[in-house]
C-alpha cells in the first residue's frame, strides 16, 4: 500500500477541515432556528442592583434553552407557542382546542405549568450567581420572569419603597390591614425584617428560585394580620398561611398531624397555619407599622417561648422544647420531623391552625 503524498495529505486536511467548519455552522443553524423558535429574553433593569443586572444579562447572553432546561418537550412547545401567538391569545387558543376535543378548558393548568416551565429558567439563571446574590437574595436581588406579549422579560425590583437612604421601608400596600390602638394602618417592612422572613419561611434547605418567588409572592399578597403582644410586653403582628387543598404537603402536617381533621368546624373558614411573628416598635413611620423583624414560631419572646419557659413545664421538657425550637424554619417543619414541637404548641396553649373566614391572601396574578 502506498503511503500518502504530500499533495494528498494537503488534499485530505483541507478536506477535513471544510468538514469540521459545514459541521459547526450546522450546528450553529440549528440553535439560531432553534432560538428563533423561542421567546428571546429581555432584560428591564429599571430598579435592579446594577452589578445584580450586569450578572444576570451575562448568564442570559449564554443562555441554550434547551429540552431538558425547559423540563421536557413540553416546556418547550408552551414557549414556542408564547413566541408563534402571544400571551394575549393563549387563553383562547386552550380553550377552543379544549372544545374541539371534547375536554375540560385546562388554562389553569396550563397557567401553573407555564409558572414551573419559567421556574425551571429562573432557577438556572439563579444557580450560576456569585454566592453573595444566592446568600440573602430578597429584597435586594429580587428577578422575576414574565410572559409579555412574544417574548419573556426579566424585571426586577421587589416592592415600592417609602424614601429613606439608610433603612427604606418597603411596602406592599397602601390598604390599612394592622390595627394598632384603635386605627388600622398600612404595613411596611425593613430590609431585615425581609431577609428574616426569606430565611425562616422558604420551603427548601438549599435557597431556590422558587423559594423566594414564594415569599415574594406571599408579601405582595397578605390581606391578614393579627394583632398581638410578644412575651417581653412588644407589640407584634401574627402571621398566618392558607394549609392549602387536601392533597398540600402544608395540609397533611398542619391540618392532619397537627390539628387533626376532627377538629375542623363546617363553615368556619379555611384553615390557616402561623408563620411566625412581626414585633414591630409603638412609633408610627411615615404613616405604617413598620415590621423590625420576623420570628418563627418557638423563638425568644415568641408567645410559644413564653409557655416553655413557664413554671409548670418541667426543666428536663424545657430543655428538650427549647433544643426543638432553637433555629426552627419552616423548611424544618416540613421536610425534617420538626413539626412535633409545633404540635406542641399547639396542644399547650398557643393555637398553630386557625379557621379564617376572611381571605389571608388575595389572589394573585403570575404576570404582575
Avoid at 363546617?266 to 423590625?292: H, M, N, Q, S, T
Wanted: aromatic fraction near 10%.
Amino acid at each position: 500500500m502506498r503511503s500518502m503524498s504530500q499533495s494528498d495529505r494537503r488534499r485530505d486536511k483541507k478536506r477535513k477541515k471544510a468538514e469540521k467548519r459545514r459541521k459547526s455552522e450546522q450546528l450553529f443553524q440549528g440553535k439560531k432556528a432553534g432560538r428563533q423558535e423561542l421567546p428571546p429574553i429581555r432584560i428591564d433593569p429599571a430598579n435592579g442592583d446594577p452589578d445584580h443586572v450586569r450578572h444576570i444579562r451575562d448568564i442570559v447572553e449564554g443562555l441554550e434553552l434547551t429540552t431538558s432546561l425547559l423540563g421536557g418537550e413540553s416546556g418547550r412547545q408552551l414557549l414556542k407557542l408564547i413566541r408563534d401567538e402571544g400571551t394575549d391569545r393563549i387563553p383562547t387558543i386552550i380553550e377552543s382546542r379544549c372544545r374541539l376535543i371534547g375536554e375540560p378548558d385546562s388554562t389553569l393548568e396550563l397557567l401553573y405549568f407555564l409558572i414551573k416551565t419559567l421556574a425551571l429558567v429562573g432557577q438556572h439563571i439563579f444557580s450560576q450567581l456569585p454566592e453573595k446574590f444566592r446568600r440573602k437574595p430578597l429584597p435586594l436581588y429580587y428577578f422575576k420572569l414574565v410572559p409579555v406579549g412574544r417574548e419573556i422579560v426579566i424585571r426586577f425590583g421587589f416592592a415600592p419603597t417609602v424614601s429613606d437612604e439608610m433603612n427604606p421601608i418597603f411596602c406592599p400596600t397602601d390598604e390599612r390591614l394592622a390595627k394598632y390602638g384603635p386605627t388600622m394602618w398600612p404595613v411596611g417592612f425593613y430590609r431585615h425584617a425581609i431577609e428574616q422572613m426569606f430565611e425562616r419561611m422558604r420551603w427548601h434547605g438549599e435557597i431556590t428560585y422558587l423559594d423566594f418567588m414564594v415569599c415574594r409572592d406571599y408579601f405582595l399578597t397578605c390581606r391578614y394580620f393579627e394583632p398581638t403582644v410578644m412575651a417581653n410586653g412588644q407589640n407584634a403582628l401574627r402571621l398566618y398561611s392558607p394549609c392549602g387543598e387536601e392533597d398540600a404537603l402544608t395540609y397533611n402536617v398542619y391540618v392532619k398531624h397537627i390539628l387533626g381533621v376532627e377538629n375542623l368546624l363546617p363553615d368556619a373558614g379555611d384553615p390557616c397555619f402561623v408563620l411566625g411573628y412581626c414585633p414591630f416598635d409603638a412609633e408610627i413611620v411615615k404613616g405604617r407599622v413598620v415590621v423590625k423583624t420576623f420570628l418563627f414560631p418557638g423563638y425568644n419572646n415568641t408567645p410559644e417561648d413564653a409557655v416553655i419557659r413557664s413554671p409548670s413545664i418541667s426543666l428536663e421538657a424545657r430543655r428538650m422544647l427549647l433544643a426543638a425550637a432553637d433555629a426552627n424554619t419552616f423548611h424544618k417543619v416540613l421536610h425534617q420531623n420538626n413539626a412535633d414541637v409545633i404540635k406542641w404548641y399547639h396542644e399547650n396553649g398557643v393555637p398553630q391552625v386557625k379557621q379564617i373566614q376572611q381571605a389571608v391572601t388575595k389572589t394573585f396574578s403570575f404576570f404582575d
